[in-house]
C-alpha cells in the first residue's frame, strides 16, 4: 500500500507545471491535471487580457445599439494563434470505463464524432436494445414484433427479428434449414430486383422464413406413429411436464438468443427482438444472465401481450390456423389442437411483475392491443419510443389512401418545390379523385357489412381470413379525413373535398414538400449544369442527402418530421386520404410496405397514382390505382410492384 502512495506522489510531482525561481508561472505550462486554470489563476493570461481591455478603454466608450441582440462587434485586436485541443482523459489517468450516454439518435438530425450519420454507434452498445417478447399463444406477440420492426427501420434504426417458433420447427425435424446462399448471386434483371426489394425488402441472412410444418392432424394414430422418428408437434410438445421437450425448446431459445446477440454486437444491429412465448420466470431470468454474461452493459425490455377481449382471441386463434403448424389442416382439430397448446402454457404462466422490478429491468405490458398500457422503469429513447408507439395500436377496420396532388404549373415546368396553382388538368384530377373515393366508400361499407353476415368460428376448411375484433361496431359511424399539406398544389385538389361536408378537410404543414434551399424552383437540368458537384452528391446518396440553403431538407429530415404523422395514422380508427408531394408519399409508402433504407428515396411514385392502404390482424392489404384521364377514372392495376423511379422528373 505504501508503496502504491510513493508511485502515486511520483506521478503528480511529474505533471505539476514548473515554476520558475522567480516566482512566475511558466508561459507554456496553463494547465494541472489536464484542467485548463482560470485567467486570474496565470498571470501570464491574466496580463494579455488586461492589456486587451486597456487597448478598448483608449479607444473610446463602446457605441450605443438600438437593439440588444446587435451588440456583438468583430474585434479589432489582433488575432492569437489557434491552439487545436489535444484529446485528453478530463475525469482522471485511467481509462474510462462506464458506458457512453445513451442520449437520442435520430438519423439525419443528429450526428457526432464516432456517428457522423445519427444512427446507434457500434461503441455504444448501452444504447442498443433487446426486446423480449413474453405471452401466451396467440396474443399477437408476432404481429406486435413486425409492426416494431417495421417502425423502427423506417426510422433508420437497425432491426431485425428472431422468432424461437421457427428455429423450434427445424430443431424438431418438422421443417427442412434452408440451404446456405450461394457465393455468388444468378444474374437478375435490374428492374425484376429493384420490383422483389420494393415489395419484400432483402431476406436477412441466417433468418429462418416462415414454412409449413409437416404435422399432419388429418391423420390417424397409425400414420402417426410411423412418423415417430420426428418430435411430435402438437400440444403434448408445450407441456411443462414433457422434460425432454423442454430441454429441446431452452436450447433453441438460448441460440435464437447468441444469434440475436451476434446481429448486435458484431453485424452493425441496433434493436433485436427475441419472439418466443418466455411465459416464465425461469425462461427470463435465463435470458437475462445470458444476455448479461455476453455484454452487461446491452438493455434489455420486456414487452408482454395480454388479451381479455374474447372478439380479440377469437381473431387471434383464426389467424393461428393458417400459420405454419396448421396450414392446410382441418381447421376443427386444428383449433382444438391449438386451444390444448394453450392450456399447457396456461398451467406454467407467469405475467411480468415482481421478478422484473425487484431486478430493475424494464418492461412494458401491452393489454388488449393498446387500450391499456403499464409500463415500468423505461430507460433510453429507444424503450421511450416503443411505449409511444405501442399507444396508437388499434385494429379497427379502415381504409388509407395516399396519392400525391394533381398537375401543377411547375410540375410541367419541371421545377423543383415552388408553391404553384394547380393546371386545369390538376383540378380534374380533384374532381375525378372525389368521385371515385366516394365511390369506393361505399363499396367498402357494403364489403364489410357482408364479410359480417357471412362471419363463422371456427371458419369452414378453405376460409383463412381472419376476421376483424372490432367489427361488430356501427360502421356507418366511420368518418373520412382529408390531409393536405399547405402548398397550393396539394389544397387546390382537395377542393371538392372541401365542398362535401361528409368529408374532414385538414391542412399539415408536415405534409409539405422537402425543401430543395437554394435549389427551390430550379430544374435538374440547372443544377447539373451550375452544381455539378452538388448534383453527383445527391445522386450518390439520396437518401443521406440534404439541400444546401435556408431550410434546405433531405429525405432523412423528412421520416423526421413525419414521424407524429405516422403514429396519428397508426392511432385513429377513421378512413383517410393524405393528398401531399412526391417525398412525403415516398416515405410514407416506406413505412406501410416496410422498404428498406436504400429503397426509399427512389420508390416510384408518380403523378396520378392512388395507393390504398388496407390494415388487416396479419399485416395490410394493398392496391394501387392509375388515373385514367379519358374516363376521369382510376383503373386498378391488379399486378402492381413498387419499383424504382426511372424518370427523376415524374
Keep these: 500500500m505504501k508503496g502504491q502512495l510513493t508511485a502515486s506522489a511520483s506521478t503528480t510531482a511529474s505533471s505539476s507545471p514548473t515554476i520558475p525561481s522567480n516566482g512566475e508561472r511558466a508561459p507554456a505550462a496553463r494547465h494541472h491535471e489536464g484542467l485548463l486554470l482560470p485567467p486570474a489563476a496565470d498571470p501570464t493570461l491574466a496580463h494579455e487580457l488586461k492589456s486587451l481591455n486597456d487597448f478598448h478603454m ?265 400459420g405454419p403448424d396448421y396450414k392446410d389442416k382441418d381447421p376443427v382439430q386444428s383449433l382444438a389442437d391449438f386451444k390444448e397448446r394453450v392450456k399447457a402454457y396456461e398451467s406454467a404462466y407467469e405475467p411480468l411483475g415482481q421478478w422484473e422490478e425487484d431486478h430493475d429491468l424494464q418492461y412494458i405490458q401491452m ?31 379502415r381504409q388509407i389512401w395516399i396519392t400525391r396532388h394533381g398537375r401543377s404549373v411547375d410540375n410541367e415546368l419541371q421545377k423543383l418545390g415552388g408553391d404553384s396553382n394547380l393546371t386545369e388538368r390538376g383540378h380534374y384530377y380533384g374532381q375525378a379523385l372525389y368521385n371515385f373515393i366516394t365511390h369506393k366508400r361505399k363499396e367498402w361499407l357494403i364489403e364489410q357489412k357482408n364479410k359480417i353476415a357471412q362471419s363463422s368460428f371456427p371458419p369452414q376448411p378453405g376460409d383463412h381470413t381472419p376476421p376483424y375484433p372490432e367489427l361488430n361496431q356501427e360502421l356507418e359511424d366511420k368518418n373520412f ?53 452538388e448534383y453527383n452528391k445527391r445522386q450518390k446518396d439520396k437518401l443521406q442527402y440534404i439541400y444546401p440553403g435556408v431550410g434546405g431538407e433531405g429525405y432523412l429530415q423528412v421520416i423526421s418530421r413525419l414521424r407524429d ?12 386520404l393524405i393528398i401531399s408531394h412526391r417525398s412525403v408519399c415516398r416515405v410514407l409508402m416506406a413505412y406501410f410496405m416496410d422498404l428498406t433504407r436504400e429503397d426509399i428515396a427512389d420508390l416510384d411514385v408518380p403523378l396520378g ?26 383503373d386498378e392495376m391488379p399486378n402492381y410492384k413498387p419499383q424504382k423511379t426511372v424518370d427523376r422528373n415524374s
Excluded at 488 to 511: G, H, I
Excluded at 513 to 533: R, S
Excluded at 565 to 576: F, N, Y
Design 58 to 322: 483608449l479607444a473610446g466608450p463602446p457605441p450605443t445599439y438600438d437593439s440588444p441582440y446587435s451588440r456583438s462587434i468583430a474585434s479589432t485586436a489582433p488575432g492569437s494563434p489557434r491552439i487545436p485541443p489535444a484529446r485528453q482523459n478530463s475525469g482522471s489517468h485511467t481509462p474510462r470505463v462506464r458506458p457512453h450516454a445513451t442520449t437520442l439518435n435520430i438519423p439525419g438530425m443528429t450526428r457526432s464524432r464516432v456517428s457522423p450519420d445519427g444512427r446507434i454507434a457500434e461503441r455504444d452498445v448501452a444504447a442498443k436494445l433487446v426486446i423480449i417478447m413474453v405471452g401466451l399463444p396467440a396474443r399477437g406477440k408476432s404481429y406486435l414484433t413486425k409492426k416494431i420492426q417495421r417502425y423502427l427501420s423506417w426510422q433508420q434504426h437497425n432491426t431485425r427479428i428472431f422468432n424461437v417458433g421457427n428455429r423450434r420447427r427445424v430443431a424438431a425435424g418438422v421443417v427442412t434449414p434452408p440451404k446456405p446462399a450461394p457465393t455468388s448471386a444468378p444474374e437478375v434483371d435490374a428492374p425484376t430486383q429493384a420490383a422483389t426489394i420494393l415489395l419484400h425488402g432483402p431476406t436477412p441472412p441466417n433468418v429462418v422464413e416462415d414454412e409449413p410444418t409437416k404435422l399432419d392432424l388429418n391423420a390417424s394414430s397409425s400414420t402417426a406413429t410411423k412418423r415417430a422418428e420426428k418430435i411430435d408437434q402438437s400440444a403434448k410438445f408445450f407441456d411443462p411436464k414433457n422434460e425432454t421437450a423442454s430441454k429441446l425448446r431452452e436450447k433453441v431459445a438460448l441460440d435464437t438468443l447468441d444469434e440475436l446477440l451476434d446481429y448486435l454486437l458484431h453485424q452493425g444491429g441496433a434493436v433485436g427482438i427475441l419472439d418466443a412465448t418466455n411465459s416464465t420466470v425461469h425462461r427470463r431470468e435465463l435470458l437475462v444472465n445470458h444476455i448479461r454474461q455476453r455484454e452487461p452493459k446491452l438493455g434489455i425490455l420486456f414487452i408482454e401481450s395480454i388479451c381479455h377481449d374474447q372478439n380479440l382471441l377469437e381473431a387471434n386463434m383464426r389467424l393461428k390456423l393458417s
Design 481 to 533: 379525413c382529408i390531409w393536405t399539406s399547405m402548398l397550393k398544389r396539394s389544397v387546390q385538389t382537395a377542393e371538392y373535398f372541401e365542398a362535401d361536408d361528409d368529408y374532414d378537410v385538414k391542412n399539415w404543414e408536415m405534409l409539405n414538400e422537402l425543401n430543395a434551399g437554394t435549389f427551390e424552383g430550379m430544374t435538374y437540368d440547372e443544377i447539373a449544369q451550375k452544381y455539378p458537384e
Design 565 to 576: 404523422m405516422v403514429r396519428e395514422i397508426e392511432r385513429i380508427t377513421d378512413h383517410v
Design 367 to 397: 393489454i388488449d392491443v393498446g387500450r391499456k398500457i403499464v409500463h415500468h422503469r423505461l430507460k433510453g429513447f429507444l424503450s421511450g419510443g416503443i411505449a409511444s408507439y405501442l399507444t396508437t395500436f388499434n385494429l379497427s377496420p
Design 609 to 634: 397514382i392512388l395507393y390504398a392502404i388496407e390494415p388487416k390482424p396479419y399485416g395490410i392489404e394493398f392496391h394501387a390505382y392509375r388515373y385514367n384521364e379519358a374516363q376521369m377514372w382510376f
